[in-house]
């Protein structure tokens, strides 16, 4: 089971984008870490926000980069971007994506030179992935490298980077997909896991970002 259909019930529409634009706002979401409460919700704000940054010109779309955790967060995030607007192509392994579109790559990707850099899902369980959790040498193996990948994406060389994490899903995604949890909370009587980021970012020391909340990153980029 993956994140719900990015474009089904979106907090934000092309529509809202446009009547925002009457209000110049700049989006403040430089090296901060978002907080979402759901997987369908981080998919849709991070496409939001970038369709902000094209909206105001403030960059080309071959300037933003999305790194995510697997291939699934890439497909639904390259149709949350496709219902904002917003041209992202999924970069393959070996394969170069079209210059003049948003790149989605995978997290342990080499390094790419965007301008924005949003890394989305940065919940525990996603990142570092399940192989990268257990005690034996492959998977301590694999977690270095991970941490190296995340401090590859994080480099204070960077103009502007945004974490993004979710800290909520149904119990049974989270099972599913193997998410770490220590509580759960019942809404409308559905049984939601608690998430953290991943320890990537505590790990990070004086460079962690500030957490800053969805409405805020929202309000900030002028859609709500």
Not at 21 to 48: F, N, T, Y
Not at 95 to 101: C, I, K, L, R
């Amino acid at each position: 089971m993956a994140p719900e259909n990015a474009s089904a019930n979106s907090p934000v529409s092309r529509n809202d984008a446009s009547a925002a634009a009457q209000q110049p706002q700049e989006m403040r979401g430089v090296h901060a870490l978002v907080k979402w409460e759901s997987p369908a919700d981080e998919v849709r704000g991070i496409a939001a926000g970038a369709a902000v940054l094209l909206r105001d010109h403030a960059v080309l779309p071959h300037q933003i980069g999305f790194s995510v955790p697997n291939r699934t967060w890439a497909v639904q995030l390259a149709q949350a971007c496709k219902v904002m607007g917003v041209r992202a192509s999924i970069a393959e392994a070996g394969e170069v994506p079209s210059g003049s579109a948003a790149v989605i790559f995978d997290f342990r990707a080499p390094k790419r030179n965007v301008e924005w850099l949003f890394v989305v899902g940065c919940t525990e369980g996603l990142m570092p992935t399940a192989a990268a959790t257990g005690d034996d040498k492959a998977s301590r193996a694999a977690q270095e490298e991970q941490r190296a990948a995340f401090a590859r994406l994080v480099a204070g060389d960077r103009p502007h980077v945004v974490l993004s994490y979710f800290a909520q899903a149904d119990v049974a995604l989270a099972d599913q997909i193997r998410l770490p949890y220590r509580r759960t909370i019942t809404r409308d009587g559905v049984s939601l896991a608690c998430l953290t980021p991943t320890h990537f970012i505590s790990e990070m020391g004086a460079a962690r970002p500030t957490t800053v909340g969805s409405q805020r990153f929202l309000r900030d980029a002028g859609l709500n």
